[in-house]
């Protein structure tokens, strides 16, 4: 199986190898000799896998409300320091505007191996929030006791023939599997769910790609000077993306897709999703303003 892309570093493979080994190896509960914290005797004890933490997360914040930050540049319209004592989920490069807010949101998560690839140098500086990694890119992370791996379901998606009728799948044990839906959003509405949020506000998410979707085929694309020039303003702050790297050009139909499944499963269980984006071309949601929720 291919775990990292042709061009990471050669000199970081052996590192990587060991910490997908041993991140995969502590998914799930095992028995260790240590000290038992009870009785104070030496033996077989049991440690926590990240699965068992992941389950602890289960409904933790219900009744609570929840906002979900996306990249967009109307982010930037937003007064985001009144999300302080809020749930926050934040994701990629959202960790640019939160160190200069001086707090961090609640959870921060990432979805796509290859930004995680690309921004795995600058993710030790993610602090102070609980962050969610797909197992499956665990080669490029240093385990913390903040970090946790989640069983991302790599092919769940139509391009892969296996899930070409089931998509979009939305994981309501998000512990166990967590599905894609051609955007980090969904993934984090998973994990809202799974928290047990009964509102959820979405805030950045512009859903305005542009020209990018227009002269780019979807799937990844390496930043060249050309491609940085078509997307330098796609998100909430200049040097978002770096030449060199890579973008993701979405599939709007099937985020599209995915976000009315997330409506949909929410609105069963009695919860619901809104749009709080400063400027939106989504209209799956209710809009609501964000000033107005404080």
């Not at 409904?59 to 302080?84: E, M």
């Not at 894609?180 to 009964?198: K, P, R």
């Not at 709007?252 to 269980?269: G, I, L, N, P």
Request: glycine content about 8%.
């Amino acid at each position: 199986m291919k775990v990292w892309e042709d061009d990471f570093p050669l000199s970081e493979r052996f590192i990587a190898v060991l910490r997908y080994r041993r991140a995969h190896k502590e998914f799930f509960e095992r028995p260790y000799w240590g000290r038992n914290t009870i009785s104070g005797k030496y033996g077989l004890v049991r440690r926590k896998g990240y699965h068992g933490r992941l389950g602890d997360l289960t409904a933790k914040h219900t009744g609570k409300r929840c906002f979900i930050v996306a990249n967009g540049p109307s982010l930037a319209q937003l007064d985001l320091a009144k999300l302080r004592s809020e749930v926050v989920i934040a994701s990629n490069g959202a960790y640019k505007i939160f160190n200069e807010l001086g707090f961090s949101p609640t959870y921060y998560t990432m979805e796509d191996a290859r930004q995680i690839e690309d921004r795995r140098k600058a993710l030790p500086e993610v602090r102070g929030s609980t962050r969610i990694f797909p197992l499956r890119s665990s080669y490029c992370i240093k385990p913390r006791e903040d970090t946790i791996f989640c069983n991302l379901e790599k092919e769940s998606y139509p391009s892969h023939r296996r899930y070409r009728e089931l998509y979009p799948l939305f994981s309501e044990d998000f512990a166990s599997t967590v599905y894609l839906g051609s955007t980090v959003t969904y993934f984090n509405l998973q994990l809202a769910f799974h928290l047990g949020c009964d509102s959820v506000y979405l805030i950045g998410l512009d859903h305005d790609y542009g020209e990018v979707v227009e002269k780019l085929p979807p799937g990844k694309v390496k930043i060249t000077p050309e491609v940085y020039e078509m997307i330098k303003d796609s998100h909430f702050a200049p040097g978002y993306h770096k030449i060199g790297g890579y973008i993701g050009v979405p599939y709007v139909k099937y985020q599209e897709q995915a976000f009315k499944k997330a409506k949909s499963v929410f609105a069963m269980r009695g919860r619901k999703v809104y749009n709080a984006s400063a400027h939106s071309k989504l209209d799956v949601f209710e809009r609501v303003d964000y000033a107005s929720l404080f």
